[in-house]
């Protein structure tokens, strides 16, 4: 938040490019981009935005195969309520940065979710993401993102 508020802290913007790096080896594995890919593909998005705005939900999905490591990360960062804690805790991060909850305010509609959700099944990244997923559970999760 330091960096994003301040651009000229350079200490905080070395940290954000340190956790730009992570982040870049982290995106190829699961379905936050392989649900930001698609979009970006047919409606020329910002992939960071759309896998800001798709993030909750696919750590929503993927609770029952991530619930015990994120609430050790939200151990580690100091938030309080384990899981249910973290999530309330992105939610408020991703406000208090001004990501829109929902792709509609991208341009996004519902008129391409057939699409959308083929191409997503099909994406190099979905593979990474701990719950297989198939074209029917991604319509759901593109029908909670718009």
Do not use: C
Not at 8 to 36: D, V, Y
Not at 86 to 93: E, P, R
């Amino acid at each position: 938040m330091v960096a994003y508020k301040n651009g000229g802290n350079i200490e905080a913007r070395t940290h954000m490019m340190s956790a730009a790096a992570m982040g870049a080896t982290a995106f190829q594995k699961g379905r936050g981009p392989a649900l930001s890919h698609p979009i970006g593909a047919v409606y020329g998005t910002q992939h960071g935005m759309t896998n800001a705005i798709a993030l909750p939900a696919v750590v929503k999905f993927n609770r029952p195969a991530i619930e015990a490591r994120v609430e050790l990360l939200a151990a580690y960062l100091g938030i309080e309520g384990g899981f249910d804690g973290f999530y309330a805790w992105l939610i408020d991060f991703s406000r208090a940065l001004g990501v829109p909850e929902k792709m509609s305010t991208l341009g996004v509609d519902r008129d391409q979710i057939d699409l959308l959700a083929k191409m997503a099944v099909e994406d190099p990244s979905a593979g990474g993401n701990p719950i297989p997923l198939n074209t029917e559970i991604t319509k759901k999760l593109y029908e909670e993102i718009l």
